[in-house]
């Protein structure tokens, strides 16, 4: 009998501190042992589905009630609910396209870091032997990065959103309902290569080869324009929670689904926000 068929789930799993279920129950199944199997693409949470025979997808999903077929399947339904949710907040996510890097953490606070150099501490210079190298200094920000449950405006051209971001590079822009409507309508994103792009892979890209993201809770008149390589970090502790006892014992009535998260931007003159008439 395989491994993965004899381990007792139970809902103490959801509580091991800095890990999730899936953790846990990949250091108890290790998914590495399952290589040149046909069980090899699927993790510790999929292989606990097929023991029990419970089907998540496509058109012969199972009713919620397979999940409490036993207690061992029932510890299973909260990680489903989890999993559930964090498919949906990603298929809408734009977070990706502007992210420089997300940091992980298992506390409320956490203070980030930055450098600012002068335009003569940026450059290489030539160093005389026996001296001292001259030196770049990074600190951490006076403010904490506020995490919650659940600058200045530049008004210029659109050109100058572009050329304002130097030494930075305008990769991503993110624009309002009403902002994407009036750049789909000038001259330079007729282009016909454009146009190909957005018919083929739905991806918007603008006349200056930055991606164009839709986010219609932004405010109208306005775009962001950034370099998600280095603009904005992302912090969060911990990944979806859910109320794993109320999931297991059925109370679906009051059971909560959260996720903590914080942001804070890596360097302030990476983001800049172009203001313009209707």
């Given at each position: 009998m395989a491994a ?6 139970e809902?103490?799993m959801?509580g091991?501190?800095?890990?999730t ?15 040149g199997?046909?069980?090899?693409d ?7 589905l097929k023991?029990?025979g ?16 036993t207690g ?8 489903y609910?989890?999993?559930s949710?964090?498919q949906?907040m990603?298929q809408?996510n ?9 940091t992980?953490i ?8 930055t450098?600012?150099?002068t ?9 005389a ?8 200094c ?6 904490l990065?506020h995490?919650?449950?659940r600058?200045r405006?530049l008004?210029?051209s ?6 304002a971001?130097?030494?930075y590079?305008?990769?991503?822009m993110?624009?309002?309902t009403d902002?994407?409507?009036n750049i789909?309508?000038?001259e330079?994103f ?7 792009n957005?018919?083929?892979t ?8 930055a991606?164009l993201?839709h986010?219609p809770?932004?405010v ?6 950034l370099d998600?390589t280095?603009a904005?970090?992302?912090?969060q502790a911990?990944g979806v929670?859910t ?6 014992d059925?109370?679906?009535?009051r ?7 914080g942001?804070a931007?890596?360097f302030d003159?990476?983001?800049r926000v172009?203001t313009?008439?209707?």
């Open positions: 993965y068929q004899t381990i007792r789930l809902k103490g959801y091991v501190p800095g890990k279920f899936t953790q846990v129950l990949e250091g108890l199944d290790p998914s590495e042992n399952y290589r199997t046909p069980l090899e699927l993790d510790a949470y999929q292989r606990q023991r029990f419970i089907h998540v997808g496509g058109p012969g999903s199972d009713q919620i009630e397979k999940f409490f077929q061992d399947s029932a510890s299973l339904f909260p990680e609910v989890s999993r949710v964090r949906g990603e809408e734009l977070l990706p396209s502007i992210v420089a890097t997300t992980m298992d506390s409320m606070d956490y203070r980030t870091i450098s600012e150099p335009e003569d501490e940026k450059s290489l210079k030539p160093v032997e026996g001296t001292e190298l001259p030196q770049t990074v600190h951490t920000k006076d403010h990065v995490l919650q449950k600058g405006m008004v210029a659109y050109e100058a959103l572009w050329g971001l130097s030494p590079r305008l990769n991503a993110l624009a309002s902002a994407m409507k789909l309508s000038i330079e007729k282009d016909a290569q454009a146009g190909m957005f018919q083929g739905g991806e918007l890209v603008s006349p200056l080869g991606n993201l986010d809770d932004m109208a008149g306005k775009i962001v324009g998600k280095c904005l970090e992302m912090v911990g929670e109320d794993s006892d109320r999931l297991i059925r109370q679906l009535e059971a909560s689904v959260s996720v903590i998260a942001f931007r890596i003159d990476a983001v172009l313009y008439g209707g």
